[in-house]
C-alpha cells in the first residue's frame, strides 16, 4: 500500500530495512495494483547506516515527543526548503507498530511531524507516506529545473556515510579518552554527537578539514 502512495505520486525508490516478513512476498505484489515496479525494484538493508548511507539529508517521521536537539518541522513548505541544492534526500518513516527510535533519529537531519487531531496522533504507515508524497509531488510541479551550476554546489555536499565514517572514528577516540562520563549518561551524549554533526550542511571540503584537524589534535606528543 505504501508503494501505491508512492506511484500515486510520481516516487519510486523504496527502500526496505530489516522487512518483518520474507521478502518479496505475494501480499506485497497484490496490495501494490499498478505499483509492482516499485516493488520489484526494492532494495533491502540490514541497518539504517548502511540503508541511508548514500543521501545527503534525511528526514524523519515522528509524532512523539522527543528531547532531542533536531529542529522539528510541521510546515512542509518550510522544510522543501532545505531540499535546495540536495541531490539525494531520503524520507525515513519507522515500523507501524513502534515508530522510530532514538538511535534510528540519530541518522536523521531533522524531523517531521504531520499535524494531526490531538486526540488520535497516530498514521498508519501507508496513510503518513501518502501525505508526504502529495507535498513532495506538489513542491515539484512548483520547482524550477536544476541547473549545471547547481550540480557541481550538490555535488560537494557530504554523504551520510560519509559523515557517519568521521562520527564513529571521533565516538571512538572520545570513549578511549574517557570521555562517556559517567556511563549511564553515554547514549544521550552520542545522541548530542550526531546532532551537533547533522545540523550541519557540510561540504566535502569542511569534513575533510574536521578529519584533518581532529588527526592533529589527536597526534600531539604529550607534555
Do not use: C
Not at 81 to 108: M, Q, T, V, Y
Not at 196 to 213: A, C, P
Amino acid at each position: 500500500m505504501t508503494a501505491r502512495a508512492m506511484d500515486n505520486f510520481g516516487l519510486s525508490r523504496l527502500y526496505l530495512v530489516n522487512p518483518r516478513d520474507k521478502w518479496p512476498n505475494k501480499k506485497a505484489d497484490s496490495s501494490a495494483k499498478h505499483a509492482k515496479n516499485i516493488i520489484k525494484n526494492v532494495k533491502i538493508f540490514s541497518n539504517l547506516e548502511e540503508a541511508t548511507s548514500k543521501f545527503n539529508l534525511v528526514i524523519a517521521t515522528t509524532n512523539r515527543q522527543r528531547f532531542l536537539t533536531k529542529k522539528t518541522y510541521y510546515n512542509f513548505n518550510e522544510l522543501s526548503k532545505k531540499f535546495n541544492n540536495i541531490r539525494n534526500i531520503a524520507i525515513l518513516f519507522g515500523p507501524e507498530n513502534s515508530g522510530l527510535s532514538n538511535e534510528d533519529l540519530r541518522l536523521a537531519n531533522n524531523i517531521y511531524t504531520i499535524k494531526t487531531a490531538r486526540l488520535n496522533k497516530s498514521l498508519n504507515l501507508s496513510h503518513a507516506v501518502s501525505v508526504i508524497a502529495y507535498e513532495i509531488f506538489s513542491q515539484n510541479l512548483k520547482s524550477s529545473k536544476i541547473t549545471k551550476k547547481d550540480y557541481k554546489i550538490i555535488d560537494q555536499k557530504v554523504t551520510k556515510s560519509e559523515l557517519s565514517n568521521y562520527i564513529n572514528f571521533l565516538i571512538d577516540d572520545l570513549e578511549n579518552k574517557g570521555f562517556f562520563n559517567p556511563i549511564e549518561k553515554k547514549d544521550s551524549m552520542i545522541d548530542n554527537i550526531y546532532s551537533i554533526y547533522s545540523k550541519m550542511d557540510l561540504t566535502k571540503k569542511e569534513l575533510n578539514m574536521l578529519w584533518g584537524m581532529h588527526k592533529k589534535l589527536k597526534n600531539q606528543p604529550k607534555i
